[in-house]
């Protein structure tokens, strides 16, 4: 008994080793999705769903501020890894003071501009009051948002080091710090408290990240404000390429909230908040451990064999996200029954059809950061465009020919599934079989499971569909179990 138990040890001690960074991006990962589920039901419950379609506009408002910083902290993980190889001290310096100059003198002054237009957009979808509400805490989230950017130049500067971990750790402590001070704060102040609660997690993150690189002595100055000509060319040529895909990344959930607000209501938005979350926390999680095949697919590529590395890794990637995928819809009545205290069918189906865009979205990560590896950073940004164009285009058709309600929380999943057809189309000059998760098995299955259910809660057979789903996910669990052997599913 004590040889197998000690073989187990020596093999878990082993993946922990060379497994460190992904454990914990992991980790962080649960931590995000825990925490923001967790302070979205005390809105939904204390002071109510429309309180909560508030607080979602605010996210959105700020989303888009995002664009203030220019993509800029984006490159440090693109450029460091290689001076950080060749002790470039002098060189590290120069470039973080020169990231960190920009967000002072470009990024502030862009971020307070940004509140009148984020304040206009609020007031076309709020009353009155919702507004007055909007406005109290907007300032808190841009200002929160603002100390995050400081935050990330450090944060990437522990990723170019491989030192995941520790960026993990610190997040992971702020997000326990958010959702600790907004249960305290939200009884007496609102929305408000929740906003202040966001205001000090990030700031005590990145005080915090401050004293670890001071104590660890990583760099000869803490915290670098310097410009530098040459830094600034890499930086800018990299972070505006990063940047205008993040433009498209973040009008993508603001249109849709938009759209969904206008048409339906602030109620449906505060409903498609939650079905987004409940389905971003698996996409986050399978996501997040795909961020190492770019530096994995370059070296691939020049030893000509990034098609057997892809072929590999997707096999992989598929089964986790149809996984994830189904493990939603065996869950979902549990957080909906918290959310809603009952059995709201509204809200399964909004779920199950957002689960549908992002699950095509899981599948195809690995096309995503293959195309970044491949060079195809600036294609990527048809990719984001199709998004927000077809989402556009659908909800005007909506609103002139089809006045459904269902149909507005089926078009970000429109979106999306065609997204990663134009993902598989752009690796395809460089990947053979790219389509191949079309006709997987895995994903069929998927297809057929979702649109089973959907039918059950349409029908109002909601017993069908608690006694159906736990099988149907055991039978791909068994499916798994007998096509792959088990260290291949664990193996990274």
């Known amino acids: 008994m004590t040889i197998p138990l000690k073989k187990l040890r020596e093999k878990l001690l082993a993946l922990s080793r060379t497994n460190r960074n992904t454990v914990w991006l992991v980790a962080l990962s649960l931590a995000i999705a825990l925490c923001q589920f967790t302070v979205y039901a005390l809105i939904d419950r204390i002071l109510g769903k429309d309180f909560l379609g508030v607080w979602s506009l605010v996210v959105a408002a700020t989303s888009i501020g995002q664009i203030s910083s220019f993509g800029f902290s984006n490159s440090i993980v693109r450029y460091l890894p290689e001076m950080l190889a060749k002790k470039e001290t002098a060189g590290v310096g120069k470039m973080l003071g020169t990231v960190n100059f920009s967000n002072f003198f470009l990024t502030l002054p862009i971020l307070l501009l940004l509140y009148f237009p984020a304040v206009e957009y609020a007031s076309h979808l709020l009353n009155a009051r919702q507004l007055s509400i909007f406005r109290s805490v907007i300032p808190l989230s841009m200002g929160a948002l603002f100390i995050n950017n400081l935050f990330l130049v450090y944060s990437y500067f522990l990723d170019a080091m491989q030192k995941y971990y520790l960026r993990s750790a610190i997040q992971i402590g702020g997000w326990l710090v958010f959702l600790t001070l907004s249960a305290v704060l939200i009884r007496r102040y609102g929305l408000q408290g929740v906003a202040i609660a966001f205001f000090i997690q990030n700031l005590l993150q990145f005080l915090i990240i401050l004293v670890m690189i001071s104590k660890r002595r990583i760099l000869n100055k803490i915290y670098p404000i310097a410009f530098d000509r040459e830094s600034f060319q890499k930086v800018s040529s990299f972070g505006l390429k990063s940047q205008s895909i993040s433009i498209l990344v973040i009008f993508f959930d603001p249109l ?34 795909n961020q190492v095949i770019i530096p994995k697919i370059v070296l691939h590529r020049n030893t000509g064999t990034e098609n057997t590395y892809f072929d590999e890794i997707s ?13 939603i819809m065996l869950v979902a009545p549990l957080p909906v029954y918290f959310f809603s205290g009952k059995h709201d069918n509204t809200l399964m189906n909004c779920i199950i059809v957002i689960n549908l865009g992002w699950v095509c979205n899981m599948v195809t990560s690995v096309h995503y950061y293959c195309c970044i590896g491949l060079d195809k950073i600036g294609k990527l940004v048809f990719y984001h465009l199709i998004l927000s164009v077809t989402i556009t285009v659908l909800y005007l058709l909506l609103n002139r020919y089809v006045h459904i309600t269902f149909l507005y929380f089926a078009v970000p999943g429109v979106g999306l599934f065609l997204g990663s057809i134009y993902n598989s189309y752009l690796l395809s000059r460089n990947i053979t079989q790219t389509y191949s998760w079309l006709t997987s098995g895995f994903f069929l299955y998927f297809l057929l499971v979702s649109f089973l259910l959907l039918f059950f809660y349409q029908t109002g057979s909601n017993t069908i569909a608690y006694i159906a789903m736990p099988l149907l996910f055991l039978l791909y669990i068994c499916w798994i179990l007998k096509k792959y052997k088990v260290d291949k599913l664990i193996k990274f």
């Open 315 to 327: 096999k992989r990637n598929i089964v986790f996200a149809i996984g994830a995928g189904l493990l």
């Open 256 to 289: 849709v909230k938009f759209f969904i607000t206008k048409n339906i209501g602030l109620s449906a938005t505060g409903n498609y908040e939650i079905s987004n979350k409940i389905v971003l926390q698996a996409r986050n999680l399978l996501v997040s451990t």
